[in-house]
């Protein structure tokens, strides 16, 4: 549901190209927001976003930090996919860790590339 709602929000604006894991076909990053360089030239950002949810009743510090290192791992795989490489020769990637506690937001970090 919070992939969803973002999703959206994110196709608010025509700056990006937005695509989410589901319409990737699974094993991809849960979203991707791609520069509208046809549009928008002189974009210079791309960004992987990974989404990790933890119900509030089963929280922990330790499923956290899991959930951080899980999400670190797949960015680092989804930043060797080609259709992110092709970007990558005049547009400097972001990869970003979102974690939800609930609803609430409780680690967000951008990782180095």
Wanted: no cysteine; proline share 4%; net charge neutral.
């Amino acid at each position: 549901m919070i992939q969803g709602f973002l999703l959206a929000y994110l196709n608010v604006t025509d700056f990006f190209l937005t695509s989410s894991e589901h319409e990737t076909s699974k094993g991809f990053a849960d979203l991707w927001l791609e520069p509208f360089l046809a549009k928008f030239p002189d974009m210079r950002f791309a960004y992987l976003i990974e989404l990790k949810y933890i119900p509030r009743g089963k929280f922990s510090d330790e499923l956290l930090q899991e959930k951080i290192q899980s999400a670190e791992e797949q960015l680092q795989k989804y930043g060797n996919d080609d259709r992110v490489k092709k970007f990558l020769q005049n547009i400097t990637l972001k990869k970003l860790v979102l974690v939800y506690k609930g609803w609430e937001l409780v680690y967000r970090e951008e990782k180095s590339p």
